[in-house]
């Protein structure tokens, strides 16, 4: 039996190309008719794949032992640039790699937190391993966002820890509490020191950075793993044509129905059985035991 692919990412590119990425580390690139232009082979075990807001045909990769990648979709065989893991730890051993997340900060900066607790910033320009390397507690790190703060990125954790970390000085400046499962997805604002979270306890969280309080808290019944920042939803013009025709639009009710109706008499309640006379009259009947007529 074929395995099914678990589906990593999706980019829509200049409104012309969509890149679609898989776990097993295959990015392809569709044109607008629904056709394979080609694909990439970025490694297994893949987890995410992010496109570069500031170069529109490049896009960066990281999974379970499959270290940052940049790619350029003009140059796909080999990536323009390639991580290289850092040192070994104190007892000489390898530090494993399991990239959950990326963020491109600037057009030759990276930003990636792992399921290793790492926080990483790595600088294209510089060399191949991270510039900044920082931890944040134990737990797998599942989802990262850039703040408005150039310095300042929001990561939340398999555990429902949410926090507001300084890349510059290395340190945790704020840990959102209140979450009661994984943390999926964290959007912050472009614009406004606001940041978004949802996770597997169901809820949508507003909180605001400057101020680290708690702003909306939305219960939306199923479990959530992304979200997204829009300006337009939906379409006003749209939504008020449907409020007016519904408003302007007759009911239609059914003549012969509605003759019936009118035509039946008021009948009042009592404690006494009443019938309708075909008059009209309202008479009382009175309960009497019948005899029963036995017809021969």
Request: hydrophobic share 35%; glycine share 4%; charged share 30%.
């Amino acid at each position: 039996m074929m395995k099914l692919q678990l589906y990593v990412g999706k980019i829509h590119l200049k409104k012309r190309w969509l890149v679609t990425a898989v776990e097993s580390g295959i990015v392809k690139l569709w044109n607008k008719d629904g056709e394979k232009d080609f694909e990439i082979n970025t490694g297994g075990n893949l987890c995410k794949m992010s496109p570069n807001p500031f170069s529109n045909l490049q896009v960066s990769t990281g999974g379970e032992e499959n270290d940052l990648k940049i790619w350029d979709l003009n140059m796909p065989d080999t990536p323009v640039f390639q991580a290289k893991n850092v040192r070994n730890d104190f007892l000489d051993l390898r530090v494993p790699v399991w990239i959950t997340d990326l963020k491109f900060k600037s057009i030759d900066k990276v930003v990636t937190c792992t399921r290793h607790h790492q926080v990483r910033l790595y600088d294209t320009r510089a060399q191949r391993r991270p510039v900044i390397d920082m931890e944040f507690e134990r737990y797998p790190l599942m989802s990262l966002s850039l703040a408005h703060n150039d310095n300042q990125v929001v990561v939340g954790s398999s555990r429902g820890r949410m926090a507001l970390l300084d890349l510059r000085k290395k340190l945790l400046v704020h840990v959102f509490k209140g979450f009661a499962g994984s943390i999926r997805n964290i959007q912050c604002h472009p614009t406004l020191p606001l940041v978004a979270s949802c996770g597997l306890d169901r809820f949508l969280r507003i909180h605001d950075l400057n101020k680290h309080k708690l702003l909306k808290k939305i219960y939306l019944k199923t479990r959530l793993n992304c979200l997204l920042y829009r300006t337009d939803l939906s379409n006003p013009n749209e939504t008020t044509k449907a409020i007016e025709s519904k408003e302007i639009a007759p009911q239609i009710v059914d003549a012969e129905e509605e003759d019936i109706w009118n035509a039946m008499p008021l009948v009042k309640e009592s404690g006494k059985q009443k019938r309708v006379s075909s008059s009209g009259d309202v008479k009382a009947i009175k309960k009497k035991k019948k005899d029963k007529i036995v017809s021969s």
